[in-house]
């Protein structure tokens, strides 16, 4: 069993790692955010992944989601924490407040990496709970373990950015009742699921987005920010020890019957790039 987490760069510098290594992955789609930082935690394998590149140089509509999916398949992950910066569009979630994300909505405009089918090949795989029921109940006891004020459940909506929000906009997702919004993750949750990943968001509030008396700013983002890093780094810490190894969650076998594409008329390269994920079930 291998842990993945996408986050800031800060994360993963946890207390008690040992054999800890950076290792360059290479992927049919380009290359990943950044190289990877592999390292042991109690006896398990952790990969870490900063997601917008060390220095935070990436936009978040320029991520190159599948060559960091496919690549966290590479290196043997079956399961992904997403450390996420979000807005809160509630009250109750307040800046410094987490939150267990477990539904989405998409409000890109379309450009970005969301699968990995096409090119030959078609799949549809479910996706009605798009996160993993087991990983975020292990993450939200971690939460609660170390006293910090944590939501289970919550629906993330996936704005394009980099700009925040307008006002109408905000004023908007709350009256749908969502709850936080963010610039990253809905991706991440279909490329994981079609690649059988377990995949689970830590969302990190750090400000009320712009439908509350004060705007966003950068500063006082980055301010709540920089006092999560700890709390994220104790939560990893305090889950990885708690996650069994062995996995029946529906995402495990999410690709099983999802394949509609004759196996014979399937391109030999589509076959070769997603071996490692479509494999088991193409010979």
Partial sequence: MAIGVIGGSGLYQLEGMKNVKTK?????FGKPSDDFVIGE?????????????RGHRI????????????AMKKLGVDRIISVSAVGSLKKQIKP??????????????????????????????AFADPTCHYLAN??????????????????????EGPLFSTRAESHLYRSWGAD?????????????????????????????DCWHEEDVTVEAVMKIMA?????????????????KHERDCPCATALQYGIITDKSVIPNKTKKDLNIIIGQYVK
């Fill in 24 to 28: 360059k992955v290479t992927t049919p």
């Fill in 41 to 53: 935690l109690d006896g398990t394998q952790l990969v870490f992944l900063p997601r917008h590149g």
């Fill in 59 to 70: 936009l978040p509509s320029e991520l190159p989601f599948k060559a960091n999916i496919w």
């Fill in 96 to 125: 410094g407040h987490a939150v267990i994300v477990d539904q989405f909505i998409d409000r890109t405009r379309g450009g970005r990496d969301y699968t990995f089918f096409g090119n030959g090949l078609v799949a549809h795989v």
């Fill in 138 to 159: 292990i993450l939200y006891g971690a939460a609660k373990s170390i006293g910090w004020k944590t939501h289970m459940g919550g629906t993330y909506v996936n704005m």
């Fill in 180 to 208: 936080v919004i963010g610039m990253t993750n809905l991706q991440e949750a279909k490329l994981a699921r079609e690649a059988e990943i377990c995949y689970a968001t830590l969302a990190l509030s750090t400000d009320y």
């Fill in 227 to 243: 006092s999560n890093v700890d709390k994220s780094k104790a939560v990893i810490s305090a889950a990885v020890p708690k996650i």
